[in-house]
C-alpha cells in the first residue's frame, strides 16, 4: 500500500500561481510515475502533469506552459507548480502514484481560481 499526503490548494486570483507538494509512504519502491490529475464538476479527471522515476515529464494540454513538476526521490514527493492561473483550472487536484502498475490516489485538495 502507498499512502499519499497532499498539501497546498485554496483560493486564488486570476492570474496567480499555485503549488500542490504530495508525500508518498508505505511501500514506495519500484514507484514509476508520481504527478496530478484533476477533475473538474462534471468532467472527468484529467492529467495535470506527471514525472518518471528516469525524470521524463508530461503535461496535460491545457496547463502546457504553464505547469512544471517535480519529484524528490529521497522524499519520494512530487511538487506541482503552476502559473498564469485561469477559471477554468478549478477543481480538485489528485496526487497519484503508480507502483508496479497499481494506482493510489489522494484524497484531493480543492483548487479554486476566481475571475
Known amino acids: 500500500q502507498v499512502q499519499l499526503a497532499e498539501s497546498g490548494g485554496g483560493l486564488v486570483q486570476a492570474g496567480g500561481s499555485l503549488r500542490l507538494s504530495c508525500v508518498a509512504s508505505?511501500?514506495?519502491?519500484?514507484?514509476?510515475?508520481m504527478g496530478w490529475y484533476r477533475q473538474a464538476p462534471g468532467k472527468q479527471r484529467e492529467l495535470v502533469a506527471r514525472i518518471s522515476s528516469d525524470g521524463t515529464t508530461n503535461y496535460g494540454d491545457s496547463v502546457k506552459g504553464r505547469a512544471t513538476v517535480s519529484r524528490d526521490n529521497g522524499q519520494n514527493s512530487v511538487l506541482l507548480q503552476m502559473s498564469s492561473l485561469k477559471p477554468e483550472d478549478t477543481a480538485v487536484y489528485y496526487c497519484?502514484?503508480?507502483?508496479?502498475?497499481?494506482?493510489?490516489w489522494g484524497q484531493g485538495t480543492q483548487v479554486t481560481v476566481s475571475s
Open positions: 508505505g511501500r514506495i519502491n519500484s514507484i514509476i510515475h
Open positions: 497519484h502514484v503508480d507502483r508496479m502498475g497499481f494506482n493510489y
